[in-house]
């Protein structure tokens, strides 16, 4: 499995992501999930995978090849992020006509999803989520963020602490916690983790991370906050039981 | 959905349910999915509920109907609780099999899902899980819960406060925070929450709880949580960043 997120918000985008592939428990690896594929100065784009590895692996060697072709649409000459997400959805697509009917005969799990976060000078900051049939949603100040993988672990944190006025760093901070519940939960998402900040019309990625297994810095956050949550939990009032009668307490007759 | 949990320790036992069910988004309901089968003074028997929902109110109403006959064995005259699991395993598998085919023809999800926690005169507490095929796990200090239903959203704050030595009241306010947490990341949980705890070694339920929509108390927890979890973020460092050339952004060649 996987877990990668993106959250948006007015200040800017932050994108995260795990590096864990397992194909049941025999084949566990790690692989790198996040991609920067930005042209600094003029776009910021930023890819997440999660699902088949041979898909994900093949989407992003098109996306590669194509930025070495003068003539194709790539990441860097289409116009808007939104025409950037369908050129992604495209590439999903065609890789799911050529090889889908070959896994497909020996019932292997062919899905994937993307998270695709940046600007293109002219717009906005935008984050968009890329399905496994190729279309997308857009994340909107409501509910500003997105995830892909095994996404429920972490979003409670993302519930309770986020909003489209969070700060930046708190945004980061929040998405390495979100990772961290995950990793803490289930085995199946594991360091490095990757993480990278983007301050909206920056048009460059100042600000990145990757927290390898054993980081002190990932070890100091997760104590201070396995403590800080042990203090907030400890501060939660006991519950107020109700009055039962010994001769009542059958709640069902 | 559902999301229903037990807690084992050296203390005693605490069960948690929700209370919502719902088949598609035109079909959310309220439902009991906590039931107490005690016989005060000999034993304490809990039992939890979660998917489909004609399979789990066929097989409670098999418990009482059971209950009538002296002749059958039930839940007051089973010797053990691995025979109490058994036995709930049993009616699944009855159910199963009468009304398995007729809803396998329309594709309609037959699973099911029990927890069984209590204590035989004679026997420490325990805790089931009993699975829609009738077969069950039992809890084991070193991990002292048990979930069924919606499950993920709950388990990181199981994951961080819980040992097997951890005041009884402080488990109950864990279970009820891992509902909490559940309700508002998930739509298909919700109140009204069942909560019971049971000392070991007391033979009778002298603590409950239900907490509806609106309660009070349930609003106060939510925000006193909410609050200290805010707090317990704040109080996590800001990420450290890697130092930066724009000229080497491009993290993938």
Redesign the interface.
């Known amino acids: 499995m996987t877990y990668c997120l993106g959250i948006i918000n007015r200040a800017g985008l932050v994108l995260a992501a795990d590096s864990r592939t397992n194909a049941g428990v025999d084949h566990i690896s790690t692989y790198?999930k996040?991609?920067?594929?930005?042209n600094?100065g003029e776009r910021v784009i930023i890819a997440c995978t999660s699902g088949n590895l041979s898909l994900t692996q093949g989407a992003?060697a098109q996306f590669?090849r194509d930025l070495q072709d003068p003539e194709a649409a790539n990441l860097h000459n289409l116009p808007t992020m939104y025409e950037v997400s369908r050129y992604i959805g495209e590439k999903i697509r065609v890789l799911q006509e050529s090889d889908g009917p070959w896994l497909k005969k020996d019932k292997i799990d062919f899905k994937c999803s993307f998270l695709l976060g940046g600007q293109i000078r002219g717009e906005e900051p935008q984050l968009y989520l890329i399905y496994s049939q190729g279309n997308g949603i857009q994340a909107m100040p409501e509910t500003p963020f997105l995830q892909i993988g095994e996404t429920?672990?972490?979003?409670?944190?993302l519930?309770?602490?986020l909003t489209f006025d969070t700060p930046l760093?708190?945004v980061?901070?929040?998405a390495?916690?979100s990772i961290d519940?995950?990793m803490?939960?289930?085995i199946s998402v594991g360091p490095p983790i990757?993480?990278?900040?983007y301050h909206a019309n920056s048009f460059?990625?100042?600000?990145?991370?990757?927290l390898r297994l054993g980081d002190p810095?990932l070890a100091?956050?997760r104590m201070?906050?396995?403590e800080?949550?042990?203090?907030?939990?400890?501060?939660?009032?006991?519950?107020?039981?109700?009055q039962?009668d010994?001769a009542e307490?059958?709640?069902?007759d």
Chains 1, 2 share one sequence.
């Open positions: 790198r996040l991609f920067d594929f930005s600094p992003i590669k429920k672990y972490g979003k409670p944190i519930d309770r602490t760093d708190a980061a901070k929040c390495l916690l519940s995950t803490k939960s289930n990757n993480v990278v900040m460059a990625i100042r600000h990145k991370l990757q810095y100091k956050v201070q906050w396995q800080s949550l042990r203090q907030a939990f400890n501060s939660v009032p006991d519950l107020e039981w109700e039962t010994d307490e059958i709640i069902i």
